[in-house]
């Protein structure tokens, strides 16, 4: 028995430090955070099963589900739609405590559940600039008026297969990637957004 | 050198700024321009003529445009790393501290030895290459091609890496509006004012187009004020974007185009954080193409001599730069726009001596107030020159010569509607005789087109049917557009009778910038190239940077009368993307070095960098390929250390790179027997099995393991290289073939950190690590046995006792964010047992040592049989590609099969990829044996071993062969074995 307990790391940590990057001058024109501090399982339907999740889900959740690709969120627990009967689901704050065993129980029978906390990275992106700096690679059109609150897709990003997500009213996105790719999806948010300036800030952890 | 003034510049107008002066140097020879200049008009009011040399015969060149289709001003700009070839000085933003050097010139500008081109004439015609330099063939790499090659071509491209930033962006709107003259601002404004989301694209620093250069009115007042203003109403509205500096190169499927925005081009070096350009994806409901039309040269003896030029640049330099192109002026022309150049360089002091109308008559209103003399009917058969044009020789309708004296030749030639973005994707352009003109065909989904591109030449027209377009694209997507009242403004005159060229003595040039004369396209007819396609690439008409934009349509107006066909029969060549040429590097934008691809980092990765790993890329992982040790120079000795170290105590491989599947459901049992060649449906849980996938065509496609979890859950790896593709080919069988399974799929690639310790004290070493309710004993824990585990006090985990290495050894899977913890702990807890990290090298030793095939002998090629793993096809069930395994010619007893190979003479290093011979056989396909696949260097054997495919396979164990390797080793005997070339029995597996 070892003595020490693991410390985790998170998928960014490693590839870039938190500060400024790019123009250092004024106020930054994109920032962005790593959120580490949330709980993520992948849910596919079982065969034929999608309406019994969506009922699972609002009995246990009281969420809703949107058809298409779509996030809905309420205490904590947001369900995104990422392809016809599947859904990634986060969890942040006190519903993270045996979320992927809670969501397991409530979707037995109906929905595979797979826990993917540790294999995406994560990144909350946000800013004056933000829209500026996420043209340089999202080829979707991320209006505010078409790319609404709560709009999601799952599309390429400098060759790296990203879901981006705006998670509210304001104009807040995820960028969600696969964890290995991490650091060169950093590479090309720091790239992209270094005329406007960019902060890196504290990761937040689980 | 002091710099020379700008004799040329008028005293006022113009859309400059005379209060700011920017320094510039052009050979060296220091020059002063002033913002809102471009090189060119800081080279027309400095008074420089001469500019470059031509492509084939280094014929003395000047200024012929004053835009975006210059065949002639082609310059380098800037120097080092950032020396720019081909850069055209019409649209050369001018700024303070530019250098730019003429090119194609030897030894200077002034004196070129090549010029003598000129001399060799006759044979530099048409299709030259082609026909001089045939014999004797061998000279041709040698000799012609490089000589060709000095004597024709155009700037230099920078021998040093670019150090400038590109990038790739996309935007989308509801209309993308292509060019600012007065269509495109109709157009916009139309469009915004209803509340569309418009993008207008304007390849000019300055947005206006036409109306910049002319002294027109809209709404009376100037046309310049009207563009103000419209320019202030648009940047006003905050769903409109203006994009000066942007080219739109071309039209794509779907309502995309693709267009190159010029961001620092017009500063000495981009600012920190600032791309150099910028190529855009714009993707665009409905498009208003307003790209305007360029104006046409005249194809005379002469006409391309420096001081003769484009009737309409004439304008734009004096109405726009207050450039002063030359003194004493003659006009050639066909059309009534000739003389409104006429008109403006008397209205700027300039002497009018002619004009030259091929016209019998023109209508008074065009001649109203007449300058200089006019000779209607009239042709310039020949230019005077000395360092510039000192006077043109006419005809007049009479046929009379004589001789003006002047120093600039404006020629207008009538205008061509700019359609290449109409064609880009197959609609051709149609022959519209009485404007003389290509209009565009069949228009591109979502397309319209508006003003001089269409062929409206005139400048109420182009108001009109700009602010229509813009509104009706803007109706098409349900905005309500204001009928407003179009800009009032005049149409000018704009009749044309076309004269394609003029016969007389000398080199009358219709390509500029490929030396294409009208003797050439005359003497192509005659060769028999009748077609517009052929003709263009055996005289290269329409070709090189500027893709013909002077030169096509009177190539094809000469080929027509030359061949005796109509223009419309003729056709034209097709316009493809690009419309203007774009830098590699704008196209690969953040794509370069290091970025080139996305690179996947396994989680021990930071810390195998703090050990100093040499690392390698495999696909799209970079993995460390060996950690040597300080001192330790040689990688084969770092690589057996690591190996004899796992062998002797303890070693660990980061293996997450290994694809993962979670497979969860009733039928994954069922599903998992369908695609593998083995039985899983009778695996018990917490057991894994090794798993050979096949292709439908019998070929081995992939291997990996399955492990049970639940009794409806499994987990699947797959090999590295093939993650991907097994995830594709698991979710097409599932989707296609077999929708009613009750199977649901997901990749957990990257959720987990998974490691592999191999080695006889690895046992011990995990005791250490595993909790301790885990019994890991031999008989608690066997072979093949897969768990989920807790370590460390908790930690969830799960543990594989699976062995690639031929080792006890075990492959331990955690949550990727305790991957680099637990890379640390093993370490921690191994050093006791001599816990050796080893690299892909070493990992690939121990699977040579052992027998194991890998990427290598899964080619594509390879059946099971072959591989020596028929005995894990299970004749018990059906799966993919057990029919067509079957095949007779796959059971062949000469097929190649799966071996060992090693050196006869042991000290002898083996070669992969050295083709088997039979000993005394003449090295010739017709032996050809086989090949090797694999090779190693076997610390445990202390020689090379090797793995390979052979005729006959393991029926050859025993025999001699030769390993032939004529580039690296030569001839080697080696000898046929068993492949597993370590502990045969398998007895340290199993410990």
């Known amino acids: 028995m070892a003595e020490a307990r693991l410390v985790p790391r998170t998928p960014l940590e490693d590839m870039a430090r938190p500060g400024r990057y790019g123009l250092a001058d004024g106020p930054a024109g994109v920032l962005v955070q790593e959120r580490a501090d949330r709980v993520l399982a992948s849910v596919i339907a079982r065969h034929g099963q999608g309406g019994a999740v969506a009922e699972a889900v609002r009995s246990a959740f009281s969420l809703d589900l949107p058809p298409g690709p779509r996030r809905i969120a309420a205490r904590g627990v947001a369900f995104t739609g990422v392809g016809p009967d599947q859904w990634l689901v986060a969890a942040e704050g006190d519903a993270r405590r045996d979320f992927v065993a809670r969501l397991g129980a409530a979707l037995a029978g109906r929905a595979a559940v797979a826990d993917q906390s540790d294999g995406r990275v994560v990144l909350e992106v946000s800013g004056p600039r933000v829209l500026d700096a996420l043209a340089k690679g999202i080829p979707v059109d991320l209006h505010p008026a078409v790319f609404t609150a709560g709009a999601a897709a799952n599309t390429l990003v400098a060759y790296i297969g990203v879901q981006i997500t705006r998670i509210g009213d304001a104009l807040v996105y995820e960028l969600m990637a696969s964890r290995s790719l991490a650091g060169s999806l950093w590479s090309w948010l720091a790239t992209s957004a270094a005329e406007h300036g960019l902060e890196l800030r504290q990761p937040r952890r689980g | 050198m002091a710099a020379i003034g700008q004799a040329l510049r008028l005293s006022s107008g113009g859309q400059i700024d005379r209060g700011r002066a920017l320094g510039f140097t052009f050979d060296g020879q220091p020059y002063q321009g002033f913002s809102g200049d471009t090189l060119a008009s800081a080279l027309v009011a400095s008074g420089v003529r001469l500019v470059g040399r031509s492509f084939k015969y280094h014929r003395p060149r000047g200024i012929l445009s004053a835009g975006g289709e210059e065949p002639n001003a082609l310059v380098e700009l800037r120097t080092g790393a950032r020396r720019e070839p081909n850069t055209r000085a019409t649209l050369a933003e001018l700024y303070d501290g530019l250098e730019a050097t003429s090119q194609n010139r030897w030894p200077s500008l002034g004196f070129d030895v090549l010029a003598l081109n000129g001399l060799l004439a006759p044979v530099l015609v048409a299709g030259f290459y082609y026909k001089t330099f045939m014999w004797p063939a061998g000279l041709w790499e040698r000799l012609y091609e490089p000589m060709i090659r000095r004597a024709a071509g155009l700037g230099r491209a920078a021998a040093a890496a670019d150090p400038d930033h590109y990038e790739k962006a996309f935007a989308f709107c509801d209309v993308l509006v292509i060019g600012s003259g007065p269509a495109g601002l109709a157009a916009a404004l139309a469009a915004g004012r209803a509340g569309a989301r418009v993008i207008l694209a304007e390849e000019d620093f300055a947005c206006g187009g036409r109306l910049l250069a002319e002294r027109q009115e809209i709404d009376g007042r100037p046309a310049a004020q009207w563009v103000a203003a419209a320019l202030a109403e648009l940047g006003a509205l905050p769903h409109v974007r203006l994009m000066p500096r942007t080219t739109v190169f071309g039209t794509f499927d779907h309502g995309t185009y693709g267009a190159l925005e010029r961001v620092a081009d017009h500063l000495p070096v981009p600012p920190p954080h600032t791309v150099r350009q910028r190529s855009w994806r714009i993707t665009a409901k409905r498009a208003v193409l307003a790209a305007g039309a360029l104006e046409r040269p005249l194809v005379f003896p002469g006409n391309d001599r420096p001081g003769v030029m484009l009737a309409g640049a004439v304008r734009s330099y004096l109405n726009r730069f207050a450039a002063v192109p030359g003194g004493d002026m003659v006009v050639f022309t066909c059309n009534d726009d000739g003389w409104r150049t006429a008109h403006d360089a008397t209205a700027a002091g300039l002497r009018v001596a002619a004009v ?63 359609v290449n973005l109409t064609c880009h994707l197959g609609g051709r352009p149609v022959w519209d005789e009485a404007r003389a003109a290509f209009l565009p065909g069949p228009l591109p989904p979502g397309m319209r087109v508006a003003g001089a591109a269409a062929g409206d030449l005139t400048l109420a027209r182009c108001l009109a049917a700009g602010a229509a377009a813009g509104a009706a694209a803007a109706e098409e997507l349900g905005f309500k557009s204001a009928a407003a009242r179009a800009p009032r403004a005049d149409d000018e005159p704009a009749a044309i009778t076309p004269l394609w060229f003029v016969a007389g003595a000398g080199k009358a040039f219709v390509d500029f910038q490929n030396d294409v004369t009208v003797s050439d396209v005359r003497l192509a007819v005659r060769e028999g190239f009748r077609s517009v396609e052929h003709l263009k690439r055996y005289t290269t008409l329409g070709m090189a940077t500027d893709q013909g934009k002077t030169a096509n349509v009177n190539g094809l107006a000469i080929l027509a009368e030359a061949s005796g066909r109509g223009i419309a029969a003729v056709g ?55 950690y040597p040790l300080p001192g330790e120079t040689d990688w084969l000795a770092s690589v057996s250390r690591e190996v004899r170290a796992t062998r002797a105590g303890a070693g660990v491989c980061d293996v997450s790179t290994l694809g993962k599947i979670d497979l969860q459901g009733r039928d994954c049992g069922a599903f998992l027997d369908r695609v593998y060649t083995g039985m899983f449906s009778t695996l018990a849980v917490g057991k894994a099995r ?189 799966y993919i590609g057990r029919v067509a395994a079957a095949r007779p010619a796959f059971h062949e007893a000469d097929r190649w099969g799966f071996v060992g190979l090693r050196p006869v003479n042991p000290a002898q290093r083996l070669y992969a990829g050295a083709h088997f011979l039979p000993q005394g056989a003449p090295a010739t396909e017709a032996y050809d044996l086989g090949y090797m696949t694999s090779v190693a260097y076997s610390p445990m054997r202390g020689q090379w071993i090797g793995l390979g495919l052979i005729a006959r396979g393991p029926a050859r164990i025993g025999e001699r062969v030769i390993a032939h390797d004529p580039v690296r080793s030569g001839d080697i005997p080696v000898e046929v074995c068993h492949p597993v070339h370590f502990d045969p029995d398998g007895g340290r597996m199993h410990g």
Not at chain 2, 363 to 379: F, K, N, T, W
Not at chain 2, 599 to 623: D, I, K, N, Q, Y
Request: aromatic content about 8%; proline content about 5%; overall charge neutral.
């Open chain 2, 572 to 626: 034209t060549t097709m316009f493809r993307p690009p419309y203007s040429p774009v830098a590699i590097g704008a196209i690969a934008g953040h794509h370069r070095g290091k970025d080139f691809r996305p690179t996947r980092l396994p989680p021990s990765h930071a810390w195998a960098a703090e050990r100093g790993a040499v690392f390698v890329e495999t696909g799209p992982w970079l993995r460390a390929q060996w």
């Open chain 2, 356 to 418: 030259i109308d091929a016209r019998p008559q023109v209508a008074a209103r065009v001649r109203q107030d007449s300058v200089g003399r006019a000779i209607l009917g009239g042709r310039v058969v020949g230019v005077q020159r000395g360092r510039g044009v000192h006077g043109v020789t006419i005809v007049d309708a009479d046929g009379r010569r004589a001789t003006i004296a002047c120093d600039l030749l404006a020629m207008a030639g009538g205008w061509s509607p700019v």
């Open chain 2, 690 to 878: 090794y798993g050979l996938m096949l292709r439908e065509d019998g070929i081995v496609m992939d291997d990996g393991t399955a492990s049970r979890l639940a009794p409806d859950h499994y987990f699947m790896t797959t090999t590295t290289a093939n993650a991907g593709k097994v995830m594709q080919h698991l979710e097409f069988c599932h989707q296609v073939l077999w929708p009613a399974l009750d199977v649901q799929m997901v990749s957990v690639s990257d959720q987990w950190a998974q490691f592999s310790l191999a080695g006889p004290r690895t046992r011990d070493l995990l005791q250490k690590l595993v909790d301790r309710q885990h019994d890991l004993a031999n008989d608690a824990f066997p072979f093949m046995a897969a768990r989920e585990i807790t370590v460390l006090g908790g930690e969830f985990a799960r543990l594989f006792r699976i062995s690639f290495s031929g080792e006890l050894a075990y492959e331990i899977s955690i949550p990727a964010r305790h991957g680099d913890a637990l890379i640390r702990a093993i370490m921690a807890a191994g050093a006791e047992f001599g816990i050796t990290p080893y690299g892909t090298e070493a990992l690939g030793v121990m699977r040579v040592e052992k027998g194991h095939v890998a990427g290598n002998e899964l080619n594509g090629q390879t059946t099971a049989r072959d591989l020596g793993l028929g005995r894990m096809m299970s004749t018990r069930k059906d």
